[in-house]
């Protein structure tokens, strides 16, 4: 799924950190997420190890990350962070709520590949995936932007500038036929 924050005119960089000095370096404190944006000291993406050749990323249990998150989600996701960032300035993208922020870059990570129905049906559910403190999936906040985006018609750049709380949000969602 593109994004209408990317512009072919800026070229996007992205390194795999394969050697475990190269993850402890640029990850720092964040060491067992996926991916990291350096912005705004750079606009570099900085990734796990990976197996390119199978699209996966390493897992810091050194397992491939499994599931539909390939490591062309996780580019995808860690440019749209920087793009946010390039779109809005970064004093306002960390102003933004975390769901907007990570539910949009998983919207655009994703793509085709989220299916709303079955993520309504665990919202619904309230179902253990939907808690990304204990999943470590932004499930919950793709929804809610997908539910913005796709049924409500909202654009990106509303999105960004008028973001509802999200208990606004998830009530409107459960009301949702």
């Avoid at 306002?92 to 129905?117: I, M, T």
């Avoid at 993520?119 to 913005?148: C, E, I």
């Avoid at 409500?152 to 998830?170: D, M, Y």
Wanted: charged share 20%; with cysteine.
């Amino acid at each position: 799924m593109a994004s209408p924050l990317y512009s072919a005119k800026e070229s996007q960089t992205v390194f795999v950190c394969n050697a475990r000095w190269r993850q402890l370096l640029f990850f720092n404190y964040k060491y067992g997420v996926g991916g990291v944006n350096q912005y705004p000291f750079t606009s570099k993406v900085f990734l796990r190890g990976a197996v390119i050749e199978e699209n996966r990323l390493i897992a810091p249990s050194g397992n491939q990350v499994a599931g539909d998150r390939t490591l062309d989600y996780y580019v995808a996701h860690e440019i749209t962070h920087t793009l946010t960032v390039q779109a809005v300035g970064s004093y306002r993208y960390h102003k933004l709520p975390q769901w907007v922020r990570e539910g949009y870059a998983d919207y655009v990570g994703k793509g085709s590949a989220f299916n709303y129905e079955e993520a309504h049906r665990a919202f619904l559910t309230n179902d253990p995936k939907m808690d990304w403190q204990k999943s470590g999936l932004y499930l919950r906040f793709h929804l809610m932007v997908a539910y913005l985006l796709d049924r409500q018609h909202w654009t990106v750049q509303r999105l960004l500038n008028e973001p509802p709380e999200q208990a606004v949000i998830e009530q409107a969602i459960r009301q949702e036929n």
